[in-house]
């Protein structure tokens, strides 16, 4: 993509599924989309699936803020007793798929027993918002543009969906608070370098110098050295051996937190220690990135092998949910939100990431494996882009065209009883596309990649906060 569209260096670093779009440009687009797949779908099967579409469409009442909430009772149906929901938006920078997650979680916490959201975002970085959601001090403004990675704290949605969290918490008649998380790999930014990925070693170490200086005293000399090199040049420019030392040195970390377990958590808080460790396991799951990342710097086109890179970090926020899953114990129930690539039970293929070698495993597939039917895919669908975002391409995203074709503007599609429904279950096992990042889609069979979709028949830009 042109540099005006999407930000420099995103092929590496912010992964592919996840790059970030300008939304103050609006030139000419030159990426390839991959041939429509309503093309290649005979027209009897995809109107069959139009109509038992039409008919089933559930109307979703608007959501403008966390507050208006009302109407979503047939959503909670669908909902059912899934312990999961993976909501997805088919891009980021979009105000609709994020208006509508933060008045899907106000319900599921609120009439569901949801417990926790966790987003697309770095994991070390969101202990600050953590903590502000469950009443801590700080700026919202100021902590949400550190404590969001890749620019999404400039989104306005954002930074309502951290108030009205806070203001539940902060509510005594609400005795089980609600959690705050980001899955995401930890240091991203919008460079692409992965600049800030020392938070994790930082963190880690300032927890053991603090609870335990003396017994983790060797563990913390082994990573000093690599502190201020632990970015993707920095680890591209390390020799074999020094890689080598790196790799045992984190790991000596993590052993640290595991041997002393029990005396780090007296000498500090449950909370505290989870939040630590996890910080060493995310400079683990950067390091695997690093390691498979291409040499050199990011550029904008992707590489055949580029492939590995989406993978491990799709392998790392598949590892983090679990991880959050197990915080909130037996009775918590977490929404997911992250870009519907990541989201869907599908490997990433077509569009511009046809060049790859090999279709990268997605965080959605881990998850199925690991939680089976506890967990509710949603992917968001949409059907035109509004002023200020790029023009979608005529013909991509046969998924979305045929829910547009429907005639409705707002609605949910539960698509699992279409499954054993004869006229449609061979259009939904066919290879479809679904729409992404405003100008490129990806190809699924929506059989398997996801449970239910939500459609808007337009989207329009995010609205950007205008505070420090």
Not at 337 to 345: E, Q
Request: with cysteine; charged share 20%.
């Amino acid at each position: 993509m042109k540099a005006a569209i999407v930000t420099a260096g995103a092929r590496r670093g912010i992964g592919s599924i996840c790059r970030l779009i300008l939304l103050t440009a609006a030139i000419e687009l030159t990426v390839p989309v991959a041939a429509s797949a309503q093309e290649r779908t005979p027209p009897d099967q995809r109107d069959a699936f139009v109509t038992w579409a039409r008919q089933h469409a559930i109307p979703l009442p608007a959501c403008r803020s966390p507050s208006d909430a009302t109407g979503m009772d047939r959503l909670r149906a669908v909902v059912s007793d899934a312990h999961v929901v993976a909501l997805g938006e088919p891009a980021h920078g979009a105000h609709e798929p994020l208006a509508f997650r933060n008045c899907l979680f106000r319900t599921l916490v609120e009439h569901g027993g949801f417990t926790a959201i966790a987003i697309e975002s770095g994991l070390s970085e969101s202990r600050r918002l953590h903590d502000y959601a469950a009443g801590g001090p700080g700026d919202v403004q100021q902590l949400a543009r550190a404590g969001l990675t890749w620019g999404f704290g400039r989104f306005s949605e954002n930074i309502e969906l951290l108030e009205w969290i806070r203001r539940y918490n902060v509510d005594p008649a609400h005795k089980r608070k609600v959690n705050f998380y980001g899955i995401d790999l930890s240091g991203g930014e919008r460079s692409g370098l992965w600049l800030n990925a020392g938070i994790t070693l930082r963190d880690s170490l300032a927890y053991l110098s603090r609870t335990s200086p003396r017994r983790s005293r060797r563990a913390r000399r082994a990573v000093a050295p690599f502190l201020d090199r632990f970015t993707q040049a920095g680890y591209t420019a390390l020799a074999p051996g020094e890689r080598t030392r790196l790799s045992v040195a984190i790991d000596g970390l993590i052993h640290v937190f595991d041997r002393n377990r029990s005396i780090l958590i007296a000498d500090a808080t449950q909370s505290d220690y989870d939040w630590a460790r996890r910080n060493a396991v995310a400079a683990r799951q950067l390091e695997t990135l690093f390691r498979v990342s291409p040499p050199g710097p990011p550029g904008e086109d992707l590489l055949p092998d580029d492939y590995k890179a989406d993978a491990a970090r799709d392998a790392a926020m598949a590892d983090n949910v679990r991880w959050v899953v197990e915080r909130e114990g037996p009775a918590g129930r977490v929404l997911l939100f992250a870009h519907n690539g990541h989201i869907m039970n599908a490997p990433t293929r077509g569009g511009i990431w046809s060049v790859y070698a090999r279709a990268p495993m997605m965080m959605g597939q881990h998850l199925r494996a690991a939680l089976g039917k506890d967990l509710l895919v949603i992917p968001i669908s949409g059907g035109s882009n509004g002023p200020g975002l790029p023009p979608a391409r005529p013909g991509s995203g046969s998924l979305d065209a045929a829910l547009a074709a429907t005639g409705r503007d707002y609605f949910l599609l539960d698509t699992r009883p279409a499954r054993d429904a004869a006229s449609v279950a061979g259009w939904l096992v066919q290879t479809q596309s679904l729409r992404a990042n405003f100008t490129t889609e990806n190809l699924l069979s929506p059989g398997t990649a996801l449970d239910v979709v939500i459609f808007f028949d337009r989207l329009t830009p995010a609205k950007v906060s205008t505070g420090p």
